[in-house]
């Protein structure tokens, strides 16, 4: 899906080329339950919603600005799948997930971690893409400890060409690291 498709204000959107790259990696054509922690706009679990109607799908985000741009895409694109929950991760649930995609941490990456261990089924697929290189070195040493299996990390470029006086030119936007790992 487009960029453009979504409402996003001034809430960060995981941009296309990484959401189709992080969605691949969550192998979630079979799952039955998607949790995106730290959903901002709504782009990955909106997206994963409408390629997947019989997921549950279900969006943890802090700030109520964000709530409110995942609840006007949900109702842009007809989502029906969707439950969005407005608060912190990670937060009290008896339910399991197939596939968690994780956005945002808030400065609690190793609660975060821990409790999607903990909630992610056996074989359950976890994606998590970081902008800040601390951050992510500090998740994969978390990931590895903990126990996570198959654990792979792509760093993603994406430049986008745009026009610059008469001529064209690639605009490069911030390198994203993707880390995909399995419970």
Known sequence: MKNSSFITGKVPITKEEVRAIALSKLEIENAKSFLDVGAGTGSVCIEAALKNPNMRVVAVERHEHAVELIEANKEKFGVKNLDILEGYAPFETDEKFD?????????????????????????????????????????LELLRNKGFKDIDVSQVSVSKLEKLGSGDYFKPQNPIFLISAEK
């Open 99 to 139: 596939a968690v995609f994780i956005g945002g941490t808030a400065k609690k990456l190793e609660e975060i971690v821990d409790w999607t261990y903990e909630i992610l089924n056996e074989g359950g697929k976890l994606c998590a893409n970081f902008i800040i290189i601390d951050t992510f070195y500090k998740a």
